[in-house]
């Protein structure tokens, strides 16, 4: 019945988006949002410019949604920024993505600290530049006294490495004798991921019209919601994430199970 009743929040649709903000925290809200940033090179090349126009706008796009998850209560917003298979682009594009940190960061910080919000990053840092990752961990030192939602950079992150090195470092454990293999279950596994000290998303958005994963968070991800949009991620509002809650908030999760058939 409670799930039947979710379905039919109100006889009046809300008129305003901050009406349909109000409605939509009266509901579960995802505790962790998962977002695939893709798009912004289909959306300069659309508007005749140069891709790095695109990533550009594109980052302009995290501000109001990071502003507005953080306002509704969700818990943890992981973004992907960059991945392993990224390298492969023209140099200058490369170059040019591994500046949006600072010039997001530089101007961004002060606000996320204000607004109580934790910068986190996952990923592979060897491959980084030094100015690049110097900018992120001064956003983590920053605000790692804060304790409100957790802003999640996922910047040279690909799933498969990760959870091979999970893997293998598992191996080693049960080499040594620290572990025994048949100790080894859902939970030790995953504090062997990069997102130990986070819970699994339960809700992935993707933008662009793509419909695939792209190596993102593929254990992570087992029972997240799929929420897919046409919208290319530098056009993405705060519009497009109500409209993608508002979907995960009509959604029966089971986890394999049942739907409960209560009257």
Known sequence: MLDKMKLWKSTKEPDTLDDRIIECMKYQMPNHIAIIMDGNGRWANKRAMPRVAGHHEGMKAVRPITRLASRMGVQALTLYAFSTENWIRPKLEVDYLMKLPEEFLGTFL?????????????????????????????????????????????????????????????????QEGKLHAHEIDDAIFSSHLMTSHLNDPDLLIRTSGEIRLSNFMLWQLAYAEFWFTDVLWPDFSDAHLIEAIEGFQKRSRRYGGLKSEES
């Not at 091979?164 to 454990?173: D, F, H, P, R, T």
């Open 110 to 174: 002060p606000e996320l600290i204000e607004e109580n919000v934790q910068v986190r990053m996952m990923g592979e840092r060897s491959q980084i530049p030094a100015h690049t990752l110097k900018a992120v961990e001064k956003a983590v030192k920053a605000t790692e006294q804060n304790n409100g939602m957790v802003l999640n950079f996922a910047l040279n992150y690909g799933s498969r490495s990760e959870i091979l090195n999970a893997v293998k470092s598992l191996a080693e454990q049960v």
